[in-house]
């Protein structure tokens, strides 16, 4: 069988979905479509204008006295959805009589993406699953209503699959913008069976893939709770320590509530102290060779050393609440905070501790125009501090147990791509023939 860059994903979900389970159709014959390879001998190859008519929306958002009102699908109702029904709260707007006629919603239309900022977003797809009158087909989406003899469901997995979507973007014009032509999305080339089997490949995706859905919202889920364990982890051992039988005493902050009674006060001056960052020296001065750390992450650009290691890092902006823990000599850019004293604390404690105090940072930044963070507001918040000795085994703790959730973390995600790898996978497999799911 003779696959392009589409085949090969769709007959990798044959064997991967397929094992005891689906098999390939029992005739094949050449598409004479490089991508599509070989089809079910009694498919068709064919244009999407051989089984749909194509519009591009020009409704906007504006309402304009004297048009009617009316409810307008947009963009993300699109892109966040692959059916379109009651159950989406579309947006007012207004239309003339010859848009509406043309652009309102009946059910087995399908709707796509035609311009984005990206690639990646042309030609995302959803079916309207149910008659929707006076709710209208809105700006940046292509309106496709299939004919008699195409299921729209059908058509709509069809053209989410790798090999069909892979045609528009690449047909999509632009550099910072993306954009279909009508012609484009005209043109693109289908694999179609009979509309009993497309109802019954729809049918089939249908069931199948909320299945999958459901198997990734549930790890999901676990993610969110593994995340907020750890989340308590580190607040319950940078507040409490690790002495459940401790003594206690009142901090006398009102957020900090109760701490280790020989725990210190301390406003966070004086268990860390930040620096703004600088702008990067100019081209005239030694260029130096340790690496620059800015909002996005460590550059791979250079400079001369200003901050010893170890350092702690956050961002001005863009990135509060985050902290990293710098372990060798860096150039920390000027949308950054970096520690220039650590008073002699142990900087994995630190870290944890601000990390527990994050949404303090948060709170401070949303105070301003622009959020971010002004040292000198942080600096007068109260923390508890114990000594050297204990932040190293809280430390110690923390580093060992935090690393125990990521690693659970990282196998949920790895499932969780697992799945969505199969769902993709199937979906092509399924609208190319390559598993027959009569």
């Known amino acids: 069988m003779t696959v392009g860059f589409a085949g090969a994903e769709a007959s990798g979900a044959a064997s991967i979905a397929g094992v005891g389970k689906y098999r390939p159709y029992p005739a094949y014959k ?131 699959a790798i090999g069909p979507r892979g045609q528009y973007q690449i047909s999509a014009n632009g550099i910072t913008r993306f954009d279909l032509t009508r012609d484009a ?23 199948e893939t909320v299945k999958i859905d459901a198997l990734v919202a549930k790890k999901e889920r676990l993610i969110e709770l593994l995340q907020e364990k750890h989340t308590a982890l580190i607040s319950y051992a940078v507040t409490r320590g690790l002495d459940p039988d401790v003594p206690m005493k009142d901090s006398g902050v009102e957020w900090l509530e109760e701490i280790p009674a020989h725990w210190e006060v301390k406003q966070l001056r004086w268990a860390i102290t930040f620096q703004r960052g600088h702008d990067l020296p100019s081209d005239d001065r030694e260029e130096g060779n340790v690496p620059v750390v800015s909002s996005s992450g460590i550059s791979s650009a250079h400079s001369k050393a200003v901050a010893p290691a170890p350092g702690i890092v956050t961002g001005r902006y863009g990135t509060i609440g985050q902290f990293h823990l710098i372990d060798q000599p860096y150039w920390p850019l000027n949308t950054m905070l970096y520690s220039i004293d650590l008073h002699g604390n142990e900087p994995r404690f630190t870290r944890y501790m601000l990390i527990h105090l994050a949404p303090l940072f948060l709170l401070h930044s949303a105070k301003l125009a622009v959020p971010g963070v002004d040292r000198n507001d942080i600096h007068a918040e109260h923390t508890g501090v114990p000594d050297v000795v204990e932040q190293r085994g809280i430390g110690d703790f923390l580093d060992r147990e935090t690393a125990k959730i990521d690693a659970l973390v990282a196998k949920v995600q790895e499932a969780i791509n697992s799945l969505q790898e199969l769902r993709t996978a199937l979906i092509s497999a399924a609208v190319t023939g390559k598993i027959d799911v009569r």
Request: hydrophobic share 40%; charged share 25%; aromatic share 8%.
């Open 30 to 160: 050449d598409s004479g479509v490089e991508w599509l390879g070989e089809i079910p001998a009694h498919w068709e190859v064919k244009r999407l204008k051989e089984v749909a008519t194509v519009q591009l929306s020009s409704i906007d958002k504006k309402t304009v006295e004297g048009q009617e009102t009316v409810r307008l699908c947009n963009y993300v109702d699109v892109y966040y959805n692959e059916k379109i029904g009651t159950q989406i709260d579309f947006m007012p707007a207004t239309a003339t009589r010859d848009q509406i006629r043309r652009f309102s919603l009946r059910s087995g239309d399908v709707l796509i993406t035609k311009d984005s900022e990206t690639w990646t977003d042309i030609a995302v797809p959803a079916v309207v699953t149910e008659d929707l009158p006076g709710t209208l087909c809105g700006y940046h989406l292509a309106h496709i209503r299939p004919d008699s003899q195409c299921d729209g469901t059908f058509l709509s997995w069809n053209i989410s």
């Open 185 to 207: 999305i005209r043109s693109a080339t289908l694999a179609v069976p009979p509309q009993a089997e497309q109802c019954a490949i729809a049918a089939f995706l249908d069931r």
